[in-house]
Every structure is written in C-alpha cells, then in structure tokens.
C-alpha cells in the first residue's frame, strides 16, 4: 500500500483517482464492504436514558440504522455507532432524513446544502 501510494505521487504527482483507488483497495483488504446503494431512511432508537435540554426525559430518540436499497431494489439495514453525512449536494437532503433542520433546539438548524 505505502509503495503503491508513493508510485501515485512520484509518478503521477497526484492523481487523485489513483490515490482514492489505493485506499478503497487497501479497505477491501482490511474487510471493508463496498455496497453501491441509495438511503432511504434512517431508524431511531428511544433514549430512555438520555437527557437532552429542552426536550423531555426519555422523550430522545438516536440514529440507530440507515436503510438503504440496492441496485436489484432490496432493502438492507446498515447499523452504526457514529455517522458522518458526506453526500455531496445530496448532504442536505440525508440531513433531513435524520431529522436535522425539522427538530427543536440544535436540530431546528438545516444543513445549508442543496444540488444546483
């Protein structure tokens, strides 16, 4: 991998197709699942025992799963413990899915991003 990522800077001085095809590569060899699929929705969980200002106790309900569909039209449920929206221009929308921008307090704040 470091030789490979050495050869991508050495020779084609960056290029960023081929540095992003060495991590994937080095990814799948650490067990990473590659899964080319659309989000549909995310699932919550009820926090009983969370308290959050401004909300009522037992009342927060967490990220828990993101469903997505496949290529072939299944659905499949991808469960995490921290979740980082990198979609794009598509960012703000998934936002929206998980409840940022249509909650109270913090979450009443949308992510300021849209497609052109």
């Given at each position: 991998?470091?030789?490979?990522?050495?050869?991508?800077?050495?020779?084609?001085?960056?290029?960023?197709?081929?540095?992003?095809?060495?991590?994937?590569?080095?990814?799948?060899?650490?067990?990473?699942?590659?899964?080319?699929?659309?989000?549909?929705?995310?699932?919550?969980?009820?926090?009983?025992?969370?308290?959050?200002d401004?909300?009522?106790?037992?009342?927060?309900?967490?990220?828990?799963?993101?469903?997505?569909?496949?290529?072939?039209?299944?659905?499949?449920a991808?469960k995490?413990?921290?979740?980082?929206?990198?979609?794009?221009?598509?960012?703000?929308n998934?936002?929206?899915?998980?409840?940022?921008?249509?909650?109270?307090?913090?979450?009443?704040?949308p992510?300021?991003?849209?497609?052109?």
């Amino acid at each position: 991998m470091i030789f490979h990522v050495l050869k991508i800077f050495i020779f084609h001085r960056l290029h960023p197709w081929s540095l992003l095809g060495a991590f994937k590569r080095k990814a799948i060899s650490l067990g990473t699942t590659y899964l080319k699929a659309d989000a549909v929705a995310f699932e919550f969980k009820n926090m009983q025992d969370v308290m959050v200002d401004g909300m009522s106790n037992g009342t927060y309900e967490s990220l828990d799963r993101l469903l997505v569909k496949t290529e072939d039209g299944e659905i499949q449920a991808i469960k995490f413990a921290v979740v980082v929206i990198a979609a794009g221009a598509n960012s703000g929308n998934v936002a929206r899915m998980a409840r940022i921008g249509t909650g109270s307090e913090a979450l009443s704040v949308p992510l300021p991003v849209v497609p052109r």
